[in-house]
């Protein structure tokens, strides 16, 4: 059996949280996931019986990555936007390009008993606790609005604007876009780009095979799609929710 949450964060965090999600598998055999690329990197609680026994941090995936579980397991993860890094966590993430690390629940400020008690609370209180956690952090630090509007041109654009264009809406040069992005994610800033539309795209196409915008054509889409996950997109089944989990939660 395998059991799949996810929760909407607090309207004043939706720039830097995705969700915060809850993943639970009962199998007495191997099931394996699909991990696609989507521009977000997660903290992962991984939960055995009444104590914590790994947490990790995955930076962004350029690449899908196969992963496989061959027991009962429960985690507990927080997806987070790039812009959660240096105004929420204080941690560098752009050396963790397609891989993960351990880390402590106090470097990012969390304590291992409160987050064990939460998780047995209705799934509610437990977002609400953490969101009353990251935003006081957030309330005391300084958003660069340069940075945030980089961010939601390349979402409301589906990566479709220019470096150019980018920087003379935000008032930084070329060169500057490129060393915040690369600092941030580990990829600059068209690289980064074309994951996010990827992204948007794969979200679209669970539902319509047939829309493949914002791609200048059905070509030019299936290329990238192989390119970031080494399948066609006829290969791929969106709708298979086991093997592919992030596309089971709520919509962008």
């Known amino acids: 059996m395998i059991s799949y949450h996810d929760f909407k964060p607090h309207s004043v965090l939706k720039d830097f949280i995705k969700s915060y999600w809850r993943f639970t ?3 007495s055999s191997t099931q394996p996931f699909d991990i696609l690329p989507d521009g977000y990197f997660d903290l992962l609680v991984v939960i055995n019986g009444d104590s914590i026994s790994r947490v990790s941090l995955t930076g962004i995936w350029s690449k899908s990555v196969l992963v496989e579980y061959h027991e009962n397991i429960e985690v507990f993860g927080i997806r987070f936007k790039p812009l959660a890094i240096g105004n929420i966590l204080k941690l560098k ?4 390009l397609d891989s993960s690390t351990s880390i402590e629940l106090k470097d990012i400020g969390l304590n291992e008993q409160m987050l064990l008690e939460s998780l047995k609370l209705p799934p509610q209180l437990l977002v609400n606790r953490l969101n009353a956690h990251f935003i006081a952090i957030l309330h005391s630090n300084k958003v660069d609005g340069r940075i945030k509007q980089l961010f939601d041109i390349v979402e409301s654009e589906f990566g479709n604007e220019s470096i150019a264009s980018i920087s003379n809406q935000i008032g930084l040069s070329a060169r500057q876009i490129q060393r ?6 580990g990829i600059g800033l068209k690289e980064y780009s074309k994951i996010v539309r990827l ?10 095979k047939n829309d493949y915008y914002p791609y200048f054509d059905q070509s030019h889409f299936i290329r990238e799609v192989k390119e970031h996950t080494g399948m066609t997109p006829q290969k791929m089944d969106l709708n298979n929710n086991v093997r592919f989990i992030q596309y089971y939660s709520f919509n962008d």
């Open 25 to 27: 598998i009962n199998t």
């Open 93 to 96: 993430v752009n050396d963790l």
């Open 199 to 208: 992204r948007k795209t794969l979200r679209k196409v669970k539902h319509d």
């Open 180 to 185: 915040n992005v690369k600092s941030l994610v």
